[in-house]
């Protein structure tokens, strides 16, 4: 005789009644299994959760979050787990409602321009689902291969396409929302643009999981261009090349992709899993890309080589090929990742600048390199002021961590000093959330929290996420008081 099926066992009741909701085989909550889970791309922290549930459908997230809500536990919800600020990490022991499951293109309308999608559904495989018909999906974040739409609409990700055609928000036609008391409420239901009253789609959009768990998104798909064209120039120095830049907007010329990567960065891409053979001393590279009617493209590369020549470019070519296109953009786009091949550890950071400006923020970056005494790379999005320095680094050294962080913050303060942003596409998550005194003032930071409340009152879901802790508000104002008593 077969013996007894051996029940179950559980922790707490919580986790037992959590279990209850999804099932035994979709909640983990032994610590080998929730290592996994203790941070997102950005690994400087991490946290255990307190278990993982992996809900199939609105109703079971709504009913997760129901009773975390009833129970006064902290939650949060995961897509893939590729921020890169660490909005996903479970900082107060949340549990974690992973999306992963999630993951339907529920339905496709074609005439109408628009897909459904469940959060967990992967952004590349949306274009690949409709390229047959010629349409596309314009959102293209670097990790798109891997990223989920429901945190794209999380973080309001980019891409490197996004100088012409908008990031995450401009895509988003309809969210179905799991409030943070279980509510579920449609914004926008079946996909109308521009309904009157508030933008509700557009506050949720980026505010990083802690108003709400998107559960459904109706989002735009766009017909592919008639043609394109991308444009490899190479540089000598960094100044040209960012000088290249502004020149090309100036024309009139607005590039559906203007990325730049300087020579560091290049080191990181010809070591990486997708060389093409970049010199090894130049200073400075940008790929751009254009496309539209075929008609005019002829023209706009030519202007683009007419500016590169005028700013001293060592080497300019036209890609003679889409499997040429595709090597180098695929070399772009792993160029986070291949940093790996000439760093034990590395740093995303992620500011916005004005274009004009380029020169001398790069500059400046280089000064916190000498100065941190570790290496920056640039690999950005340069056509809409977006950077990424990649501060590389050893962890494994005592201060490396450490110097690293300061770097990274170094950065984003000489972003905010020429009128930029601490994040363009990244989030704050924990890692900037103190930076963001950067460019905003305590009152300012009042008013979104106070906007936070409205949603999350209880402050049960991703606590301690996008804005600054109080006890350093009230750090700060007493610093302010006493050298203004001072003086």
């Known amino acids: 005789m077969f013996g007894k099926k051996k029940k179950q066992t559980y922790p707490d009741v919580h986790i037992k009644n959590l279990a209850?909701?999804?099932?035994?085989?979709?909640?983990?909550?032994?610590?080998?299994?929730?290592?996994?889970?203790?941070?997102?791309?950005?690994?400087v922290h991490k946290a255990l959760p307190k278990a993982v549930v992996f809900p199939g459908d609105t109703s079971e997230v709504a009913e997760i979050v129901r009773y975390c809500h009833r129970n006064n536990l902290p939650f949060l919800a995961r897509g893939a787990g590729t921020g890169l600020s660490g909005?996903?990490?479970?900082?107060?022991q949340e549990v974690i409602i992973s999306l992963s499951k999630m993951k339907k293109l529920i339905s496709v309308d074609f005439e109408n321009r628009q897909a459904v999608v469940q959060p967990g559904f992967v952004n590349l495989k949306l274009t690949n689902s409709i390229a047959h018909k010629g349409y596309y999906y314009a959102p293209d974040p670097s990790s798109q291969y891997v990223c989920t739409i429901g945190g794209n609409v999380a973080e309001n990700a980019g891409g490197a396409h996004c100088l012409k055609y908008g990031v995450t928000t401009n895509h988003i036609l309809g969210l179905e929302v799991v409030l943070p008391n279980g509510e579920v409420i449609e914004i926008s239901e079946g996909g109308v643009p521009d309904a009157p009253g508030y933008d509700l789609i557009g506050l949720l959009t980026g505010s990083e999981g802690t108003l709400g768990i998107v559960t459904k998104i109706t989002v735009r798909i766009l017909k592919n261009p008639e043609g394109k064209q991308t444009v490899l120039a190479y540089f000598n120095n960094v100044e040209d090349g960012s000088l290249a830049v502004s020149d090309i907007i100036s024309a009139g010329i607005v590039p559906a992709a203007l990325e730049m990567m300087d020579k560091t960065a290049i080191e990181g891409v010809e070591a990486g899993a997708f060389p093409v053979g970049h010199p090894k001393d130049i200073e400075a590279l940008l790929l751009i890309e254009v496309d539209g009617v075929v008609a005019g493209i002829d023209e706009q590369i030519e202007q683009i080589l007419t500016v590169c020549k005028a700013r001293n470019v060592r080497e300019v070519k036209v890609a003679q090929s889409e499997e040429e296109r595709g090597k180098w953009w695929a070399n772009r786009k792993t160029g986070f990742g291949a940093m790996g091949a000439i760093s034990p550890d590395y740093l995303v950071q992620d500011g916005v600048i004005p274009r004009s400006r380029l020169p001398e923020v790069l500059d400046r970056i280089a000064e916190i390199s000498a100065e941190s005494g570790l290496r920056i790379a640039n690999i950005f999005h340069a056509g809409d002021g977006n950077l990424h320095p990649l501060i590389l680094f050893d962890a494994r050294l005592d201060g490396e961590t450490e110097k690293a962080l300061e770097a990274g913050t170094a950065c984003l303060k000489a972003c905010a000093d020429v009128g930029g942003s601490i994040t363009g596409e990244h989030g704050v998550g924990i890692e900037k959330k103190e930076e963001m005194r950067f460019i905003f003032t305590d009152d300012e930071?009042?008013?979104?929290?106070?906007?936070?409340?409205?949603?999350?009152p209880e402050d049960l879901l991703n606590k301690g996420k996008l804005f600054p802790t109080p006890s350093r508000c009230m750090d700060v104002k007493k610093i302010v008081k006493d050298t203004v008593a001072v003086n």
């Not at 209850?20 to 690994?43: C, N, R």
């Not at 930071?445 to 999350?456: G, K, M, S, W, Y």
């Open 20 to 43: 209850e909701i999804v099932g035994p085989k979709e909640i983990l909550f032994a610590d080998e299994d929730l290592i996994s889970y203790d941070s997102d791309g950005f690994t």
């Open 445 to 456: 930071l009042d008013a979104q929290t106070r906007l936070r409340e409205v949603f999350n």
């Open 87 to 92: 909005g996903a990490i479970p900082m107060n």
